[in-house]
């Protein structure tokens, strides 16, 4: 079993709509959980990041994590077709007294105009 | 703020050369920088982790005498990629843990590595 697991798509949406990004994780120890978009030949950039159960808003996006489930989602409400990119789940590992994070394969998300 | 950058953006080289990256937290001091390698449509995979002021933890299978990590500063860490060889090419990118515990690593824009 992966540590980080997410679909890798192409998770296609229409302009304005709700796109909904999956991801599930191994380690019920861990703590932190961020989501980061890749545009295709750039690096990673943060979106989001959630510490606790529930929902966090910013902006158009909502994480939602659920420690019993070990699972965390992204939100992108009335998506753009600027916000079609490869997003990244990471989840934080501790390692001999430091943390790192672990990555996911990424989703890609396609909004079509 | 959280500003990390990188540099070179792209290298090409011949094959033997040795290639040095920095990454550098602007406005931010950074305990613990991560340097990363990414394959056309594969994830990140960590190479290391690096600490200011003492020897940088590599994980499993990554060589570290072939990629020597320098973290002399809080605000600078160097990778340096010896001997390189086509097989080396690659998008390395670093991060640099912005605080404490569980806060968020941001990204430098990444080196694109092209061995000849």
């Known amino acids: 079993q992966k540590e980080v697991e997410q679909n890798s798509g192409p998770l296609s949406v229409p302009e304005g709509a709700i796109a909904s990004l999956n991801c599930t994780y191994s380690?019920?120890?861990?703590?932190?959980f961020f989501w980061y978009r890749q545009y295709s030949g750039k690096s990673p950039e943060l979106i989001m990041f959630?510490?606790?159960?529930g929902d966090k808003e910013d902006g158009r996006f909502t994480a939602q994590l659920n420690k019993a489930s070990q699972y965390v989602s992204l939100l992108i409400r009335d998506s753009q077709p600027s916000d079609s990119a490869t997003y990244l789940c990471?989840?934080?590992?501790?390692?001999?007294?430091?943390?790192?994070?672990?990555f996911g394969t990424g989703t890609r998300l396609l909004v079509s105009p | 703020g959280a500003v990390v950058s990188q540099h070179p953006s792209w290298v090409i080289c011949k094959s033997g050369t040795s290639v040095k990256i920095e990454c550098r937290s602007l406005d931010f001091q950074a305990t613990t920088m991560f340097w990363y390698r990414q394959f056309p449509k594969q994830s990140l995979m960590l190479m290391a982790t690096?600490?200011?002021?003492?020897?940088?933890?590599?994980e499993q299978g990554v060589e570290k005498d072939k990629f020597l990590i320098n973290h002399a500063s809080l605000t600078l860490s160097t990778l340096t990629v010896t001997s390189a060889h086509p097989e080396d090419s690659s998008f390395y990118i670093c991060s640099a843990e912005q605080g404490p515990r569980n806060q968020p690593q941001h990204f430098g824009d990444g080196t694109r590595l092209s061995i000849l």
């Open positions: 959630i510490y606790s159960n």
């Open positions: 690096s600490n200011e002021g003492s020897k940088a933890t590599y």
């Open positions: 990471a989840v934080n590992k501790w390692s001999t007294g430091f943390q790192k994070l672990v």
């Open positions: 380690d019920r120890g861990s703590q932190s």
